[in-house]
Nanobody
Framework: QVQLVESGGGLVQPGGSLRLSCAAS????????MGWYRQAPGKQRELVAT???????DYADSVKGRFTISRDHAKNTLYLQMNSLKPEDTGIYYC????????????WGQGTQVTVSS
């Protein structure tokens, strides 16, 4: 069965750092475009960052220069390094995988909570 399992969330002070992980199983990881999304209470889920099968990256303007998305094919794991965190970064962070050529094949993780507060 297919699973995307996020970890690494928690409570951090403004200006702090956190690294999220998404462990993938049941898929050929190298065939999937991967991404991180987040959702705050009362708001729509929004794109944070994506990474292609070849390693090309894109970021939301709100996180550009602070967050870094990466993937380790040997470990079947996606990462999001978050630096200089702000209270506005608070939300549930979700991992998403989209098949590179079968774009109707999409998987979501269960989410991990990130809270940025003093």
């Amino acid at each position: 069965q297919v699973q995307l399992v996020e970890s690494g969330g928690g409570l951090v002070q403004p200006g702090g750092s956190l690294r999220l992980s998404c462990a993938a199983s049941g898929i050929i990881f190298s065939n999937y475009v991967m991404g991180w999304y987040r959702q705050a209470p009362g708001k729509q889920r929004e794109l944070v960052a994506t990474i292609s099968t070849g390693g090309s990256t894109d970021y939301a303007d709100s996180v550009k220069g602070r967050f870094t998305i990466s993937r380790d094919h040997a470990k079947n794991t996606l990462y999001l390094q978050m630096n200089s965190l702000k209270p506005e970064d608070t939300g549930i962070y979700y991992c998403k995988g989209t098949h590179n050529w079968r774009r109707g094949t999409v998987y979501w993780g269960q989410g991990t909570q990130v809270t940025v507060s003093s």
